[in-house]
């Protein structure tokens, strides 16, 4: 009996109307005599609503609650698609993730999923279910807490599905045709990959690209889950991704992509000695702060900065804990200044291995269009650098020309 598991985020599911587009793709699965696990997220933007909600009552919230309600949304999209497929005949029935159960860590609002225990969907199908209909994003923590998996989670549903169930294939249905060089919001050149490669998508998700959530890359990659990115609303082969010796001719640069909200924080005259930047970031990881890029400038008179990026809406805590940090005479620096202003931009490819000049060039394009690089920080396979926010655009756009990706 083979499986395939089918994921509709938010755009596809967003109304009765639009669920229908899904019913058909689920339609034409089982036509071919296949069993479906569709995964659902919630119905269009329910879930910022619900978020809204609670931040309402308070900015500091009890976290398992948080959970509870944002689970809501899931809930009710996976009974809606339920009853619609019932309609067309079809034996369906929801799951919420306790019923399953997906177990998962307590870290609620960023839970990590632990196992799935798949017995009981199986036997639902042995016994005649053609679709579960499981609500995405959501699982259960040994203390019978729900948990949610953080922003974009149902992806990471959808593979872990897949994996835990043997699926044939997790085919991922959004509002764009698949994984491109670049956010086609961003610009209208930007073109679609047939193919890419498990390490390329992870940079990308994590660096920003919200196509898929970067925890459902890691499965993918970690368990060999086959993942197809597709258009609900249009036919066509979407994106595959795949292992790199899959890929003939290896891209230098596959894509841009960006994160929007960064802050860039510099702590003046620490002083040079080691172990002091242990005690910075000892500060800041105590707070949970995602530090992201890192410089230390050069030293004069035993003294020196050290320069951060981490996000924006977590400024307030990392700036609160090295003052703290300093009230307490743990660390010691003169000034911390804050600019919550920039973005990170960053460019993917598995060809950087092989080729040199990538960083001249990225560099020179953002030169030639007088845009100041703040930070850089570079990996095997990506660079990425930290620039003024109101350049954000004219940058992808600058670079995306530059590196010829529109003629992938
Ligand atoms: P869903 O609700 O289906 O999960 P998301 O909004 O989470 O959809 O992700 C799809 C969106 O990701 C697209 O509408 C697009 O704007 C954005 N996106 C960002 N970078 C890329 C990229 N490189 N390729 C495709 N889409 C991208
Ligand atoms: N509904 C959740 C969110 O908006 C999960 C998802 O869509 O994947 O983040
Ligand atoms: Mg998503």
């Known amino acids: 009996m083979s499986k395939i598991v089918m994921k509709f985020g938010g755009t596809s599911v967003a109304d009765i109307k639009i669920m229908k587009n899904a019913v058909s793709k689920i339609c034409e699965e089982i036509n071919n005599k296949k069993k479906v696990i569709a995964v659902v997220s919630a119905m269009g933007k329910t879930t910022d609503e619900l978020v809204k909600q609670v931040k309402e009552i308070s900015s500091i919230y009890d976290a398992r609650e948080y959970d509870a309600i944002l689970s809501t949304g899931e809930n009710i ?41 798949s017995n009981k969907l199986e036997k639902k199908f042995s016994s005649g279910m053609q679709v579960a209909v499981v609500a995405g994003f959501q699982g259960i923590s040994k203390n019978n807490r729900i948990t949610t998996l953080g922003r974009g989670g149902s992806d ?21 045709d698949g994984v491109y060089t ?33 925890r459902s890359v890691e499965l993918a990659m970690q368990y060999k889950v086959k993942v197809r990115v597709l258009n609900s609303f249009n036919k066509g082969s979407g994106t595959i991704l795949c292992d790199e010796e899959e890929i003939m001719e290896k891209r230098v640069v596959s894509g841009i992509t960006f994160s929007k909200d960064e802050a860039k924080l510099t702590i003046l005259s620490v002083k040079d000695k080691p172990g002091v930047a242990g005690i910075v970031f000892d500060c800041l990881s105590k707070a949970n702060i995602n530090v992201d890029m890192i410089i230390q400038n050069i030293s004069d008179k035993n003294l020196t ?16 804990s090295l003052e703290k940090g300093k009230s ?76 010829k990706l529109s003629n992938i």
């Open 77 to 117: 999209s996976a009974s809606l698609l339920v009853l619609l497929l019932q309609n067309e005949g079809i034996n369906a029935r929801s799951w919420q993730g306790w019923q399953i159960p997906i177990n998962t860590t307590e870290n609620h609002s960023n839970a990590r999923i632990l196992s799935i225990c």
């Open 156 to 176: 990471t549903s959808a593979v872990a599905l897949a994996a835990s169930t043997k699926a044939e294939r997790c085919d991922i249905y959004t509002d764009v």
């Open 182 to 214: 670049t956010d086609p919001r961003i610009t209208s050149e930007a073109k679609k990959l047939d193919k890419i490669s498990y390490e390329e998508m992870l940079e990308l998700a994590s660096l920003g690209a919200k196509v898929l959530q970067t």
């Open 305 to 320: 900065d050290v320069t951060f990026s981490c996000p924006t809406d977590q400024v307030k805590i990392a700036k609160e």
């Open 328 to 403: 307490n005479k743990i660390l010691d620096y003169n000034r911390l200044d804050i600019d919550t202003q920039v973005s990170k931009i960053s460019i993917v490819g598995i060809g950087m291995r092989s080729h040199s000049g990538i960083a001249q060039t990225m560099f020179k394009t953002l030169g030639d269009e007088n845009i100041n690089i703040k930070v850089i920080s570079t990996s095997e396979i990506k660079i990425s650098v930290l620039i003024e926010r109101k350049y954000l655009e004219l940058a992808v756009q600058a670079l995306h020309e530059a590196f």
